[in-house]
């Protein structure tokens, strides 16, 4: 079971730091993505990481701000989104994969997402 956490309320230009946690061990063996969805939009995805960390891919809309990282004793991927723009407002979830997945279809076992809005 997957849980993201640490959306909110914040001004452009900011930053918040997001968290997927999970509660098996078995998550270490998997890639990790982040997704978002704003209203009326299809889920994409964001950016996502490799088993060990060792491999990531941001998408075009995260490139150079946001930053995607894992802390495997804790079970956790994060993903650290600084300069936050306004149309970075969407509900973030986290899913996982086998390898590095670059498609919202390669994806399994959706979490609950967290909230993220950008004031302008």
């Known amino acids: 079971q997957l849980q993201a956490s640490g959306g909110g309320l914040v001004q452009a230009g900011g930053s918040l730091r997001l968290s997927c946690a999970a509660s098996e061990r078995a998550f270490n063996r998997y890639g990790v993505g982040w997704f978002r969805q704003a209203p009326g939009k299809e889920r994409d995805i964001v950016a996502s990481?490799?088993?060990?960390?060792?491999?990531?891919y941001y998408a075009e809309s995260g490139k150079g701000r946001f930053t995607i990282s894992r802390d495997n004793v804790k079970r956790t991927v994060y993903l650290q989104m600084n300069k936050l723009k306004s149309e970075d407002t969407a509900v973030y979830s986290c899913a996982v994969s086998y390898g590095l997945g670059y498609h919202v279809s390669q994806y399994n076992y959706w979490g609950q997402g967290t909230l993220v809005t950008v004031s302008s």
């Open positions: 990481i490799d088993r060990t960390g060792g491999r990531t």
